[in-house]
T-cell receptor, first 115, second 110 residues
Framework: ETGVTQTPRHLVMGMTNKKSLKCEQH?????MYWYKQSAKKPLELMFV???????ENNSVPSRFSPECPNSSHLFLHLHTLQPEDSALYLC??????????????FGPGTRLTVL | GENVEQHPSTLSVQEGDSAVIKCTYS??????FPWYKQELGKRPQLIIDIRSNVGEKKDQRIAVTLNKTAKHFSLHITETQPEDSAVYFCAASIDYKLSFGAGTTVTVRA
């Protein structure tokens, strides 16, 4: 599937490193999302972008910094992370964030391990 | 905010039997209820959804029911097959926010 892609698929980093996660959607959607998926917990919404404008920052620590240069690309910049930040980070997109019944399509995720 | 509870957390069924997963939500303003299936190491994929103006929806072996009064909705899988083994997530949507349940790990025994 090529609708929503994410790179890298796996990432191991130390607490002092700086890294970035990348998401790209090929569906012509206007909204993009970052979610955190931890074991045995519900998916947690982190950020929402609509046409490159951030519309939601769900009380996420500043060590996570999103960037949306255009409606097809979304980044998550990581710095000075903690071991508890280890999780699967999922990107998703939908046609229009204002339409609550729009389907969100997920990418394959980046498995992040913080040592 | 919206709170979605999902039960059971694990479910083991014999191949050919039915599986039922139940979710409750807290905010009566929720108007969209998708179900996602996530196989091991793969992305969550939408399998069925229901809107608040509909009580039941069916797609082949999968059906979803919604009780707005009681604020609960359920996923029914009939004639389960080994490829149905996965984690299933329910979700409820208000505005643009999807609130997810914690997931149900379904194992279909051959």
């Amino acid at each position: 599937e090529t609708g929503v892609t994410q790179t890298p698929r796996h990432l191991v980093m130390g607490m002092t490193n700086k890294k970035s996660l990348k998401c790209e959607q090929h569906l012509g959607h206007n909204a993009m999302y970052w979610y955190k998926q931890s074991a045995k917990k519900p998916l947690e919404l982190m950020f929402v972008y609509s046409l490159e404008e951030r519309v939601e920052n769900n009380s996420v620590p500043s060590r996570f910094s999103p960037e949306c240069p255009n409606s097809s690309h979304l980044f998550l910049h990581l710095h000075t992370l903690q071991p508890e930040d280890s999780a699967l980070y999922l990107c998703a997109s939908s046609q229009d964030y204002r339409e609550s019944t729009d389907t969100q399509y997920f990418g394959p995720g980046t498995r992040l391990t913080v040592l | 905010g919206e709170n979605v509870e999902q039960h059971p957390s694990t479910l083991s069924v014999q191949e050919g039997d039915s599986a039922v997963i139940k979710c409750t939500y807290s905010d009566s303003a929720s108007n969209y209820f998708p179900w996602y299936k996530q196989e091991l190491g793969k992305r969550p994929q939408l399998i069925i959804d229901i809107r608040s103006n509909v009580g039941e929806k069916k797609d082949q072996r999968i059906a979803v029911t919604l009780n707005k009064t009681a604020k609960h909705f359920s996923l029914h899988i009939t004639e389960t097959q080994p490829e149905d083994s996965a984690v299933y997530f329910c979700a409820a949507s208000i505005d643009y926010k999807l609130s997810f349940g914690a997931g149900t790990t379904v194992t279909v025994r051959a």
